[in-house]
């Protein structure tokens, strides 16, 4: 059976999910836990992902995420690599943690979003031990279940940090108490009645309504059926570095050369910009400023650490980010 499809643009929203090497677990603890969505924090912050949900069971994850620079494939590659080296080292382990690569299923937006929030929400109930339940005793189990979004979209006290709840939630009367009111309404409501949605899913591959899917399959597919190639559902979504140089230098008066002769955060976030906004990978941003790929490595990484001290510096990151999203691709 052929692969499914990837299709990468910028703005398109995903379900993720990845299952353990054989099915075996892929937290050992809390701690894994704990790690795992430090990590994923991470990597949305690197490669500008929002998340709208996720659920962590013992063998696999969910997420529900938007890619608005049409990067899901770097995102998932940096995020899996990087949780599992860190519990291959911690279980002093070596191979692969999962099994294959990560599945994903391209989705309409607009009308599938705020269903499919629910549809994840609700998996730590969907095995078949709980079947013979009351509705109120699946309830119960649903809520105890630490490792979810859901918990953020019923309570705002319980909120997380790199989550966007406020999407979904429109679809419920807003971000309010109103709007979680009715979501958690929905939620009983979907365990009484049941929720599917697998069926409306075509070719392994894409979520959405009959529109939808002509418009995917226009814009970027010769045959649905055919295996994937290197270039299938890529568009051009990356900005020049001539016009990322420009932003900065018009944003803070520092051209390239300038910035070759200085040490510090401005040129890292030079970098870092480079690869989120320009796609160019550490060898390429390394030859613009003299620099070698661990160095460039350490400098982006040195960044992050600042960004999270230093309110100053994330919002000099926010500031050219926001002037970069005026420029044209």
């Known amino acids: 059976m052929a692969r499914p499809i990837r299709i990468q643009y910028p703005g398109a929203v995903y379900h993720v999910t990845c299952r353990g090497n054989e099915r075996q677990s892929i ?4 701690e894994d836990r704990a790690k795992f969505l430090r990590l994923l924090s991470l990597s949305l912050t690197i490669y500008s992902v929002k998340l709208f949900a996720y659920v962590l069971m013992n063998n696999h994850f969910h997420l529900l995420v938007e890619t ?20 291959n080292r911690r279980s002093n382990r070596a191979g ?41 005793e699946r309830l119960d189990e649903l809520f105890r279940h630490t490792w979810s979004s859901l918990h953020g979209y019923l309570d705002g006290k319980r909120r997380e940090e790199f989550l966007d709840y406020t999407l979904v939630l429109a679809a419920y009367g807003g971000d309010t108490r109103k709007g979680r009111n009715a979501y958690r309404k929905h939620i009983y409501t979907d365990i009484t009645e049941g929720l599917e949605v697998k069926s409306d899913i075509f070719a392994q591959s894409v979520l959405g309504g009959g529109d939808f899917i ?116």
């Open 27 to 30: 937290f050992r603890d809390d």
């Open 68 to 87: 608005p620079l049409g990067n899901l494939g770097e995102f998932m590659r940096h995020f899996n690599i990087t949780y599992t080296g860190y519990f």
């Open 214 to 329: 002509r418009w995917v399959k226009e814009t970027f597919l010769v045959e649905m059926e055919s295996r994937e190639q290197p270039s299938t559902g890529k568009i051009q979504r990356y900005l020049q570095k001539e016009t990322i140089l420009a932003c900065i230098k018009r944003e803070t008066g520092k051209d390239l050369d300038s910035l070759k002769k200085e040490k510090g955060d401005l040129r890292r976030i030079t970098m870092e910009l480079l690869y989120r906004c320009g796609g160019l990978k550490g060898p390429e941003i390394g030859a613009l400023f003299g620099l070698g790929y661990c160095a460039v490595s350490q400098e982006r990484k040195r960044l992050q650490e600042r960004m999270a001290q230093d309110n100053g510096i994330r919002e000099i990151m926010e500031r050219l980010e926001r002037g970069l999203s005026t420029m044209k691709i």
């Open 96 to 136: 692969h943690l999962y099994q294959g690569r990560y599945k994903s299923v391209l989705v309409e937006k607009e009308a599938y979003l705020s269903i499919l929030s629910r549809y994840i929400h609700l998996n730590p109930i969907r095995i078949m031990r709980l079947g013979k339940k009351t509705v109120e």
